[in-house]
């Protein structure tokens, strides 16, 4: 399928309208999917991000300890954005990326509530089975090749559970919005360069935070209850329940209703009258 900036000039920058429409494609391509497609792009999602997990407790394992705060989560933040590089510029389906992005042809009336519900649901439930399936070669492989610590995992789950339900729903609206950002920008992005770029700068502040995301929590979480943290199921419910919500808030209202809102209310005039601009230069 080829995309609108086909048509553009080399060198030419991407309007907002053109940037919308590219999120519109990506968004009908994924709706009009088989299910079954989608549950195999999300459960390659939801394992391809599990390495973010497994990078970080490698990292608190092999370093002994960090001499400080700030240089243990600005490390945990860079390695975790490896495994979001994995999966944005691979182009499998995450729940909290092109997912999330797709209400926008809903609000353009090109898709139907139903269809995005049917999409949500196949991408969240296949990411979260990756997920799984993940945190369990964690639990067997890690601890007998020596490259991880249980307790590694233990103090990545605390990192995320010791919260109010509203510190954990506004954590995740944070993260979905940063997630909103990356799939918003890498659109706007017209090479691979400046994608990873995008993609590595904003998913290695969901890492810093740490702020709540539900699919690399999920592994993080899964993981430390397998090496007998002392975390329970219902604490893992907790977390996702909150952290979701926040989750689709942070990029289908704080990303895609405002971009859409701002393209559809003030961008297409704007678009023509710099398209008109151009054509006569």
């Known amino acids: 399928m080829s995309s609108e900036s ?3 000039p080399s060198g030419a920058s991407l309007s907002y309208r053109n940037i919308l429409e590219r999120e519109m494609e990506n968004a009908l391509k994924e709706i009009n999917r088989p299910p079954k497609g989608v549950f195999l792009s999300g459960l390659s999602a939801g394992l391809n991000l599990s390495f973010g997990a497994l990078l970080m407790a490698m990292a ?3 370093s002994g300890g960090f001499e ?3 240089i243990q989560q600005a490390t945990l933040g860079a390695v ?4 979001f590089l994995f999966v944005v510029i691979g182009q ?3 729940f909290t990326a092109h997912s999330t992005m797709a209400i926008l042809p809903v609000l353009d009336d090109r898709a139907t509530l139903g269809e995005l519900g049917r999409v949500w649901s196949v991408t969240y439930v296949s990411n979260l089975v990756g997920c799984a399936l993940f945190a369990g070669l964690i639990a067997l492989v890690g601890p ?3 490259i991880i610590n249980a307790e590694a995992f233990g103090t990545l789950a605390s990192a995320l559970l010791p919260y109010a339900w509203w510190v954990i729903f506004l954590s995740g609206v944070i993260a979905g919005w940063l997630m909103g950002l990356v799939t918003w920008l890498s659109a706007a992005s017209r090479d691979t360069v400046g994608r990873i ?3 590595l700068i904003g998913t290695a502040v969901i890492g810093t935070g740490p702020f709540h995301h539900s699919i690399l929590g999920t592994t ?3 993981s430390a209850i397998l090496l007998g943290q002392g975390i329970t199921l219902g604490d893992y419910g907790h977390f996702i329940l909150w952290t979701t919500a926040g989750n689709i808030v942070g990029g289908a209202v704080f990303v895609g209703l405002i971009n859409y809102g701002h393209v559809a209310l003030a961008g297409e005039e704007q678009d023509v009258e710099f398209e008109a601009v151009d054509h006569n230069e």
């Open 68 to 70: 400080s705060k700030l």
């Open 144 to 146: 007998q090749m020596g």
């Open 92 to 94: 499998t389906e995450l």
């Open 220 to 222: 993080e979480i899964l």
């Open 197 to 199: 770029l995008f993609v």
């Open 80 to 83: 975790s954005s490896i495994a």
């Open 6 to 8: 086909d048509n553009e």
């Open 60 to 62: 608190l394992t092999y």
